[in-house]
């Protein structure tokens, strides 16, 4: 005879909420699936009523336009794909400047709302409350027909003393920028490699300090050596090169910037920093006050608490909001369209408009942008794991 606790009870498979999560999901992509299939069948016969069909084989014509600034090679007679590659280099060199200087005055117009200064606060909360309660559309023209245009004239005008704008043909921003020489350009990977032992020479001090007591000040002196190099290498190695105007009204070195560029850039930073700002602001409220008094109680001042103390916990309330808002400038980085910039965007309408083919174009820029905010979204997961607190 079986004992009673032996048996295993089975419940139903109609009161089983395991059973019933599993066929909702099943369900709901089933619906999608058959949504998606409908729509995209009656779009193949709606071309093929018009006597088209459904293919890429246009890549490959002569794109025969025009693009106004490119990364690499281009001239009208190259096919459609290459003119695809140039609108994606111009947008992911938009979106890779724009998350590094995004993130920095974000981080900064963060931190200034917690300011002693009466003057800076307040700067800093005017700036959130009037970029964030105004369309980026609109901050977009005010950025290139009231600062950009305004700014430039005819012939060369220097600002801060190393920086020229000019909107004469062939102009627009002009920055110092370091050389390509085989020099210079070494000097930049010794600083990329040593930006990577910072991280794990500080990462090995924590961790001695943590695990066996020590001092970690061997490390810390490898990271002061490590810093000196790094600040030689950037003054000396990087072989500068500035604007400098010439005879005929143009100028000459450094980095040219195209005046839509410019205008776009400034306008994606300084919209998407006043987002983080506040993200940052909610991350460092999140620390405890607890933090704030033990900081203080072992006096420290207020710069070295919020660097060792505060904002090293607030990241993990600001890193997963980050995100979104990268991807945000992502996605409105298609609005260059507006003020002229060759994007993916722009260069995709001129293609839709010269072949005919909306459902093939469209379908390219939703997977671009698609891909795009994939990886962006893999990226800061991976950061977050990082530094998210570890459970025993």
Do not use: C
């Amino acid at each position: 005879m079986t004992p009673t606790g032996d048996r295993e009870e089975r419940i139903p498979i109609w009161r089983d909420q395991r059973f019933w999560n599993i066929a909702f999901q099943v369900l709901a992509l089933a619906a999608v699936i058959l949504l998606l299939t409908t729509l995209f069948g009656n779009a193949l016969r709606t071309l093929q009523s018009q006597g088209r069909q459904f293919n890429f084989d246009f890549l490959g014509n002569p794109a025969s336009f025009n693009i106004g600034e490119s990364v690499i090679p281009y001239q009208t007679q190259d096919p459609y794909w290459k003119a695809f590659l140039v609108g994606l280099l111009n947008t992911l060199r938009l979106i890779v400047v724009g998350f590094v200087l995004t993130t920095i005055i974000g981080i900064f117009a963060g931190i200034a709302s917690f300011s002693n200064n009466w003057l800076v606060k307040k700067i800093s909360q005017v700036y959130v409350e009037l970029i964030r309660n105004t369309p980026l559309l609109l901050q977009l023209f005010a950025w290139y027909f009231g600062v950009i245009f305004g700014l430039a004239g005819d012939q060369p005008r220097r600002l801060l003393r190393a920086i020229f704008i000019t909107k004469r043909q062939g102009g627009g921003v002009f920055i110092p920028w370091f050389t390509g020489e085989p020099v210079s350009l070494t000097s930049f990977g010794l600083l990329i490699a040593a930006a990577i032992a910072a991280v794990v020479l500080w990462r090995w001090r924590i961790h001695v300090m943590e695990t066996q007591g020590a001092s970690g000040q061997p490390q810390a002196i490898a990271l002061a050596v490590l810093g000196i190099v790094s600040i030689f290498l950037f003054f000396f190695g990087l072989a500068w090169q500035f604007p400098q105007p010439t005879e005929a009204g143009g100028v000459t070195g450094g980095l040219r910037m195209s005046l839509e560029y410019a205008a776009i850039l400034a306008g994606l930073v300084f919209y998407t920093g006043a987002f983080i700002a506040e993200i940052v602001r909610a991350g460092i409220q999140a620390v405890s006050k607890g933090q704030w008094e033990a900081g203080r109680a072992l006096g420290l001042d207020a710069g070295k608490l919020m660097r060792l103390i505060v904002f090293p916990q607030a990241l993990r309330v600001i890193i997963p909001s980050l995100n979104s808002q990268y991807m945000n400038l992502a996605k409105n980085s298609s609005l260059a369209l507006a003020i002229g910039y060759p994007d993916i965007y722009s260069t995709a309408s001129t293609t839709f408009n010269q072949t005919g083919r909306p459902i093939e174009v469209f379908i390219l820029i939703a997977a671009t942008y698609l891909t795009i905010n994939l990886v962006i979204s893999l990226a800061m997961n991976s950061l977050n794991r990082a530094v998210e607190l570890k459970e025993r």
